[in-house]
């Protein structure tokens, strides 16, 4: 069978990203153009400056991934491309960006939702096996999807209020930490102890989840502390919301897998590389040694636009393709 090579391009918050990915499973090229640094200076994402620096980024980042895949255009399949969700400033940016490589090369256009994106990162590492549960926790979205096969998606539970990635980003925030919270909290809570005492997660339904109110119980904590003149320990503090927030995000996976048939278990979404949720999911999942589960790269986890390639050679092969007339769609669902 002939190869399919797809040009993939993400830019649905903060990451300028281009990818070139042979038959959905093979990286050619992966290259991510950061902003982290920018938006560490104002504590979180400025839209109209995300916008303005894709702008700048785009097309010196979609040049370096052609010259590092090798291949020319007369390889090229397709061109795929986030749609949604995200920022509608950013996403507008990949989107006419792929429009014109579209058009200007002849090629079709590949509409791809974000969140696929990141399950079908998985495939990198093996094949994909249905009926699966995909755990989707990221900066947006804490979800939890079952396939039945490809490009199938049953939201079965989703977040009340905050994402997990969102509520590690408030804590950070809250123990004056640097945008994004995530990945230094994972790092300090490995040197703390979950000492401090949080609130057991309720949801008005099993499989939904919530995050608001662990924020809010630390953010009490913390006044407590202060109020008693007692020293507070960041580590601690650390250890203390991240064993509550996975314990919370894992009991809902348990649940699904009591009540669904599940062959596989895989993890998606930038809150995927954390180090400790990847540990609890191998120490759980031996409970249950007739599931398989996979545990995306961890470069492959945060945004990038080779997760959109796999995405987009799944749509390909089911001849899922957008007009020109295509616009960005920031609150754009799975289907
Ligand atoms: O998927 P992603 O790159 O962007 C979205 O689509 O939202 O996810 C970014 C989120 C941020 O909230 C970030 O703090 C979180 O993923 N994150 C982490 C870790 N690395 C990134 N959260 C916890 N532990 C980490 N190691
Ligand atoms: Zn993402």
Known sequence: MKDVIILALESSCDETACALVRNGREILSSKVASQIDVHTKYGGVVPEVASRIHIENISIIIKEALEEAKVSWDDID????????????????????????AWAYHKPLIPVQHLTGHIYANAFVDELKFPLLALVVSGGHTELVLMKEDYDFEVLGTTQDDAVGEAYDKVGRVLNLP???????????????????LPKVHTDDPLNFSFSGLKSAVMQSL????????ELSVPDMCASFQEAALSHLWSRVETVLDEYEVRQVILAGGVAAN??????CVERMKKHPGISYIIPPLA???????????SGYIAYKKGI????????????EMQ
């Not at 397709?78 to 490589?101: D, E, Q, Y």
């Not at 790092?187 to 401090?196: D, F, S, T, W």
């Not at 945060?302 to 796999?310: L, P, R």
């Open 78 to 101: 397709g061109i795929a491309v986030t749609v949604g969700p995200g920022l509608i400033g950013s996403l507008h940016i990949g989107v006419l960006a792929a429009k014109t490589l």
């Open 179 to 197: 945008y994004p919270g995530g990945p230094k909290i994972d790092k300090l809570a490995k040197e703390g102890q979950p000492r401090y005492q």
């Open 223 to 230: 006044k407590r502390l202060e109020r008693n003149n007692e």
């Open 275 to 280: 180090s400790r949720l990847r540990e609890i």
């Open 300 to 310: 492959y986890c945060t945004d990038n636009a080779a997760m959109i390639g796999a």
């Open 321 to 332: 393709f957008a007009d020109l007339d295509i616009e960005a769609d920031p609150s754009l």
